[in-house]
């Protein structure tokens, strides 16, 4: 089965503080995908990453940056964190056609 | 991407077949449909996806109409397991991304 983890299930941050959000798979995914959740909104693409070191915005980059330095992993960075920022963070790996996704990171930022 | 419709709720007794509806009127040529679900407190899952012709795996059937402006997800005996938001997309072979909607929130009923 493949396997996306995340590095926590919930996190609280105070507002300006930088926030590492890792993400984990093992399947030897070429793709990996960061997603946030939030009412009435569905699921946005904030930013995606086809092969390690390369990244292409999604929808809604403005306020992170992302790393994917080993294939299996991907970060999401919010390098001051915002109130509006709080959200359900979602990663996921796969080709286009299957994604497979996370648990999810519940982010409160204070 | 081609807009889709779907009921925001619906309710099937367990062991019954669960039904989904998903109109998708202005899908171009090359747009497959895919459906996705998400339990609640976890990351969304995949289910099936299609062009034109029928589909059926382990999980589901996909019944895309023949002028493939609707769709109907089928669970052939649904279980309290699959009380889930489906969310059924519309996206060309190649687009880049997934865009969720609203989706349809089904509740199976003891």
């Known amino acids: 089965d493949v396997k996306v983890t995340q590095s926590s299930r919930y996190l609280v941050k105070r507002t300006g503080e930088k926030v590492f959000l890792e993400c984990v798979q093992d399947m030897d995914h070429e793709n990996m995908f960061w997603y946030r959740q939030d009412p009435g909104l569905g699921l946005r693409l904030i930013y995606f990453?086809?092969?390690?070191?390369?990244?292409e915005k999604g929808d809604i980059p403005e306020g992170y940056s992302v790393s994917r330095e080993k294939k299996e992993r991907f970060s999401l960075i919010l390098e001051s964190a915002s109130t509006n920022q709080t959200s359900m963070y979602l990663c996921?790996?796969?080709?286009?056609?299957?994604?497979?996704f996370g648990p999810g990171t519940r982010l409160t930022v204070t | 991407d081609a807009k889709t419709t779907q009921p925001p709720s619906m309710d099937c007794a367990e062991g019954r077949a669960a039904n989904l509806p998903c109109n998708h009127s202005t899908i171009s040529g090359n747009e497959y449909v895919y459906w996705y679900r998400q339990i609640h407190s976890q990351g969304p899952q995949y289910i099936i996806h299609?062009?034109?012709n029928n589909e059926t795996n382990e999980m589901a059937s996909l019944i895309i109409t023949e002028d493939r402006k609707s769709s109907t997800l089928i669970l052939p005996h649904a279980t309290l397991r699959d009380t889930a938001v489906y969310y059924c997309i519309v996206r060309a072979q190649g687009a880049q991304k997934l865009v969720f909607g609203q989706g349809t929130r089904l509740t199976i009923n003891p």
């Open positions: 299609g062009l034109k």
């Open positions: 990453s086809y092969d390690v070191k390369m990244k």
């Open positions: 996921a790996s796969g080709d286009w056609d299957e994604q497979y």
